[in-house]
């Protein structure tokens, strides 16, 4: 038989099926990001791509409501963007205090350690916020070169505030980094104001775009802390002194720029932009009170409190007895929405629902509420 005939008949067409995604991401992605990927690539130093950065760059600093910031997308999940803050700025030995309240401040320990950080860790319940006095004792004990805090928990649904806590770090002379991965685009993260130093984030949450890329951005003192680095970055891939000369005005080759992903971020950040960023937080919010307000009717309780409830993703705890895996198979098979399940400390204890970007709208709420009340009977 005809070696080719065979790949015929045993490979179909590409045809994943139209989810409701309401998980923790990746969200669903708006057609106009979708038009704009299937662009034709060209070069990644082609002028018209240059011109394509600059925009974007200009875009993020919108986004991240940053008038100084030097911001890039990172070739690489929001996963990369953590690891691109951590590995630029720690050095051997350097004293880093992590924040850790949920599953991602357990990753950024994991991380800061593999790249020579003296790790101290303040903790709180899975769920809980941090106070500015908790971090302010915990560098009078030890003091810290970096504070790296989650804004938005993604794996808890916690929304933590940040000023107090910046003033306390910047006082402490630390750097502030903040993980903004599933707030960037849904919630103010209010990079200037609030003196947040390195910040990243992901394309896949409420910026709606497929996952791929990290949106980075680094303060005016963050960078003057990176150009004084008196080793090299341990992270040849994302070491951001050589990366920010491609992004910045050398244009100097590091690696080839995923095109097509770049096309993506820029058209998700012109809607981004087209919606208004106060609209859009507002839009965030409404859906989740929408979505709160449903859950309270199926006598379902959300995890963290409204105070500190995180718009774009809330936790809730599934009623004793329940199998929550075979609950949420149901939502995917018979309902066609899909969420997640916990991790970690709330594994098989609660369901993840996300409102993020383009999966915020009042009919998917409408949609999942429904197919619970038939679910939970």
């Known amino acids: 038989m005809d070696a080719s005939a065979t790949v015929t008949t045993r490979y179909t067409d590409l045809n994943p099926p139209p989810r409701i995604l ?36 200009a875009l993020l600093r919108m986004v991240f409501q940053s008038e100084e910031a030097l911001t890039i997308p990172v070739s690489g999940t929001g996963s990369a963007g953590m690891e691109a803050a951590l590995a630029n700025f720690i050095e051997e030995g350097d004293p880093v205090l992590i924040c850790v309240n949920g599953y991602f401040g357990e990753r950024l320990t994991d991380m800061a350690r593999r790249y020579g950080a003296d790790v101290s860790r303040v903790e709180v319940a899975w769920g809980e916020v941090f106070t500015a006095q908790q971090v302010e004792e915990a ?60 910040a990243y984030s992901g394309t896949q949450k409420c910026l709606s775009a497929p996952p791929g890329l990290a949106p980075i951005a680094l303060s005016p003192r963050a960078v003057e802390v990176l150009k004084s ?33 770049n096309y993506a971020l820029r058209e998700a950040l012109r809607l981004v932009l087209e919606e208004g960023l106060e609209a859009r937080f507002e839009r965030h919010r409404r859906n989740a009170e929408m979505l709160w307000d449903g859950l309270a009717a199926l006598d379902l309780m959300p995890v963290v409190p409204l105070e500190h409830r995180l718009p774009s993703l809330t936790t809730v705890y599934i009623p004793e007895g329940l199998d929550e895996a075979a609950l949420r198979r149901r939502l995917l098979n018979e309902y066609n929405i899909e969420v997640a399940g916990g991790l970690g400390a709330f594994a098989g204890r ?21 197919a619970l009340e038939r679910i939970l009977g």
């Open 229 to 261: 680095r008196k080793s090299t970055v341990k992270n040849w891939y994302l070491d951001l002194t050589m990366v920010f000369k491609y992004w910045g005005a050398e244009r100097t080759y590091h690696h080839t720029a995923p095109i097509n992903m």
């Open 22 to 57: 309401l998980g923790p991401g990746p969200s669903m992605v708006h057609p106009r990001v979708l038009r704009a990927m299937a662009a034709p690539p060209i070069g990644h130093l082609d002028p018209q791509f240059i011109e394509i950065m600059n925009e974007i760059q």
């Open 350 to 370: 609660v369901w993840r629902i996300g409102l993020m970007g383009y999966s915020s709208r009042p009919e998917n709420v409408v949609t999942l509420l429904g």
């Open 139 to 198: 560098l009078q004990a030890r003091p810290a070169k970096i504070v790296a805090i989650v804004h938005a928990e993604t794996s808890t649904g916690a929304l933590q505030p940040l000023d107090e806590i910046a003033e306390v770090a910047h006082r402490h002379g630390a750097l502030l980094l903040v993980d903004a991965v599933t707030s960037l685009g849904g919630v103010p993260v209010r990079f200037d104001e609030v003196g947040i130093d390195i």
